[in-house]
């Protein structure tokens, strides 16, 4: 059966060029548009759909308190189609939050035409929607259970790194684990699948909820304890050596796995520059990028984890991460930042992790 996607976005033009995209391909069907949020909610009772795509800007009701209406009284996949700015990004964001799957942009000029460059890009995240995990009910301003930490806990960090990669579902993921981390918690590297124009608002937003600092990673930047770094959207961040200390590569080199930030790129750096005193894992996300990389970090003696299916929104990258057996564990999303914690204060953390999963 195709996936049932309906199209809600106030412009009858990108209407008209999401559904002939969409329709292109043969495991989706467009069964219906809607101008507004208003004919979208009758037309989402009379059509049944398996996925929304809906625009931020909508008259008559804005896209965020649809979706927050939407997971509140009918749970279903969402696929944002965001602005390209400052104020877009902010608002798909949120949208995120309030349980949107995943977001594609138009661009500034040249909707129509900039849309058709996004076909590939906008199926792949339907088809990927369609399989997402969504909760039963949604009730407003819900998270992940969290517990949020602000005192410092006295960790020796300064030998110690932590890597997580994440792409769809990842924006919510990240926001879990790093509020659960102390301010003086292991330095963290982050690379997240998110547009250039998104990065920057991201890393603002993580550090305003978490007690560590947050920050869009910069060429050359050192890695200090207590501090998180998210690599830059459409650049690949990599960690590097420098005498006793690490620092950020950004670089612009080929996309890998099919992704620039590429979280592959990033725990190969980390294998290759930090080695055992690492601790990597790998959260919700299309597709498979980070799988192979995380199989190399637990080949290289590294402690790795794998966010579970259950509390996965889709379960593509940790998924595949398991397939290649690449995770030492498999954990829910609740208690990867804890785990991540307790590792980052032992040592020889991957050998002993291999002997817990061998004795199971």
Same mark, same amino acid.
């Given at each position: 059966?195709?996936?049932?996607?309906?199209i809600?976005?106030?412009?009858?033009?990108?209407?008209?060029?999401?559904?002939?995209?969409?329709?292109?391909?043969?495991?989706?069907? =467009?069964?219906?548009? *809607?101008?507004?949020?208003?004919?979208?909610?009758?037309?989402?009772?009379?059509?049944?759909?398996?996925?929304?795509?809906?625009?931020?800007?909508?008259?008559?009701?804005?896209?965020?308190?649809?979706?927050?209406?939407?997971?509140?009284?009918?749970p279903?996949?969402?696929?944002?189609?965001?602005?390209?700015?400052?104020?877009?990004?902010? =608002?798909?964001l $949120?949208?995120l939050? %309030?349980?949107?799957?995943d977001?594609?942009?138009?661009?500034?000029?040249?909707?129509?035409?900039?849309?058709?460059?996004?076909?590939?890009?906008?199926?792949a995240?339907?088809?990927? *929607?369609?399989?997402?995990?969504?909760?039963?009910?949604?009730?407003?301003?819900?998270?992940?259970p969290? @517990?949020?930490?602000?005192?410092?806990?006295?960790?020796?960090?300064?030998?110690?790194?932590?890597?997580?990669?994440a792409?769809?579902?990842?924006?919510?993921?990240?926001?879990?684990?790093?509020?659960?981390?102390?301010?003086?918690?292991?330095?963290? =590297?982050?690379t997240?699948?998110?547009?250039?124009?998104?990065?920057?608002?991201? *890393?603002?937003?993580?550090?305003?909820?978490s007690?560590?600092?947050?920050c869009?990673?910069?060429?050359?930047?050192?890695?200090?304890?207590?501090?998180a770094?998210?690599?830059?959207?459409?650049?690949?961040?990599?960690?590097?050596?420098?005498? @006793?200390r690490?620092?950020?590569?950004?670089?612009?080199?080929?996309?890998?796995s099919?992704?620039?930030?590429?979280?592959?790129?990033?725990?190969?750096?980390?294998?290759?520059?930090?080695?055992?005193?690492?601790?990597?894992?790998?959260?919700?996300?299309?597709?498979?990028?980070?799988?192979?990389?995380l199989?190399?970090?637990?080949e290289?003696?590294?402690?790795t984890?794998a966010?579970?299916?259950?509390?996965?929104?889709?379960?593509?990258?940790?998924?595949?991460?398991?397939? %290649?057996?690449?995770?030492?564990?498999?954990?829910?999303?609740?208690?990867?930042?804890?785990?991540?914690?307790?590792?980052?204060?032992? $040592?020889d953390?991957?050998?002993?992790?291999?002997?817990?999963?061998?004795?199971?």
């Amino acid at each position: 059966m195709p996936i049932k996607v309906l199209i809600v976005d106030d412009s009858a033009l990108v209407r008209q060029v999401l559904a002939e995209l969409l329709d292109a391909d043969p495991e989706i069907k =467009v069964v219906g548009s *809607a101008a507004d949020p208003f004919i979208a909610r009758e037309r989402i009772k009379a059509l049944k759909p398996d996925v929304l795509t809906l625009d931020v800007e909508m008259p008559r009701m804005d896209g965020l308190t649809f979706i927050e209406n939407l997971m509140r009284l009918h749970p279903m996949p969402v696929v944002m189609v965001s602005s390209l700015t400052e104020a877009g990004a902010e =608002v798909t964001l $949120q949208a995120l939050e %309030l349980g949107a799957v995943d977001f594609v942009t138009k661009p500034k000029l040249g909707v129509a035409e900039g849309l058709r460059g996004y076909g590939d890009e906008l199926c792949a995240k339907v088809k990927a *929607a369609a399989q997402a995990r969504m909760p039963a009910q949604r009730h407003s301003g819900t998270r992940a259970p969290a @517990a949020i930490a602000t005192g410092a806990i006295g960790y020796r960090t300064t030998d110690r790194l932590l890597a997580i990669g994440a792409s769809a579902g990842g924006t919510e993921a990240i926001r879990v684990v790093l509020e659960q981390m102390p301010p003086d918690a292991p330095a963290i =590297v982050i690379t997240q699948h998110i547009p250039a124009e998104f990065s920057r608002t991201f *890393a603002q937003r993580m550090d305003r909820l978490s007690a560590m600092s947050v920050c869009e990673a910069q060429h050359g930047q050192q890695i200090v304890p207590g501090h998180a770094y998210i690599a830059p959207g459409g650049r690949h961040l990599e960690i590097v050596r420098s005498g @006793a200390r690490w620092q950020c590569a950004i670089t612009d080199t080929a996309p890998v796995s099919r992704h620039r930030p590429s979280v592959d790129v990033l725990f190969r750096s980390v294998r290759n520059s930090v080695g055992r005193n690492a601790v990597a894992a790998i959260l919700t996300g299309m597709g498979d990028d980070g799988a192979r990389g995380l199989l190399e970090l637990r080949e290289a003696g590294i402690h790795t984890i794998a966010q579970d299916q259950a509390t996965s929104l889709v379960w593509g990258m940790p998924g595949s991460a398991v397939k %290649l057996g690449a995770a030492c564990e498999i954990l829910p999303l609740e208690r990867i930042a804890q785990r991540l914690l307790q590792l980052a204060g032992t $040592q020889d953390a991957g050998s002993s992790a291999d002997r817990e999963v061998a004795a199971r």
